[in-house]
């Protein structure tokens, strides 16, 4: 090795550098310890996704959130401003690019293990095609269900980052010309603030 590299180890400047990583390393493990900073998407435990009017005549808002369930995530969402009584499809998209969807933005509905190129034969739906959401008379829904085989930020399947849209309209199973139509509301999937807890408060009021 050069002597001048090695000498450099020993300066007072070097000493203070190595002091300064200790220092930022012990603040990491504090901030570990207090759970507030997922140190790795692998550490997200749930998720949320606020949703919001893609276009001036909609008015569909809400909140939806996603947390770990045996064999998939379980979606609890609640939105309003809907038209009363509708009907709509409710999807993960593969982009959480909610800026004009419209044009794209948010991509395809997310279908990582390819079920839409078999739908025809296997009847399986995109992993990211959720239940229909269906308003009440007051245009508001608030719903619970399981998506199975998703993850919120799994090695697979996962949807953090990704954009969930709600559509003016459904896909009837039956008629396989329907579609759900254009995105009236649309939101990232971003990571939950469990320590916060709204969304478990509203859920906890429900039950
Ligand atoms: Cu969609």
């Known amino acids: 090795m050069d002597p001048t590299h ?7 400047m070097r000493k203070l550098q190595w002091l300064r990583l200790g220092i930022a390393g012990v603040g990491t493990w504090a901030v570990a310890g207090f759970g507030w900073a997922e140190q790795s998407f692998k550490d997200v435990e749930q998720a949320v996704a606020l949703i919001r009017p893609t276009i001036p005549s ?7 959130i996603f947390s770990p369930v045996d064999g998939g995530v379980e979606v609890w969402a609640r939105i309003s401003g809907l038209p009363s009584g509708t009907r709509h499809g409710f999807h993960v998209h593969v982009f959480g690019d909610c800026s004009d ?3 794209g933005s948010a991509g395809p509905h997310y279908d990582p ?18 239940e229909d959401l269906s308003a009440g008379e007051d245009g508001t829904v608030e719903v619970r269900f399981t998506a199975r085989d998703l993850t919120i930020a799994g090695a697979e399947n996962a949807i953090l980052g990704r954009g969930l849209m709600l559509h003016e309209s459904y896909a009837d199973p039956k008629d396989p010309m329907s579609t759900s139509g254009d995105a009236i509301a649309c939101g990232t999937i971003g990571v939950y603030n469990k320590d916060r807890t709204v969304g478990e408060k509203q859920t906890e009021a429900k039950q």
């Not at 909609?58 to 939806?64: C, E, L, M, P």
């Not at 390819?114 to 095609?129: E, F, S």
């Open 6 to 12: 090695e000498s450099a180890h020993n300066t007072p």
């Open 58 to 64: 909609s008015t569909a808002n809400g909140i939806v």
């Open 101 to 103: 969807v419209l044009t």
């Open 113 to 130: 293990t390819g079920n839409m190129m078999r739908m025809a034969q296997t009847g399986m739906l995109p992993l990211g095609d959720l």
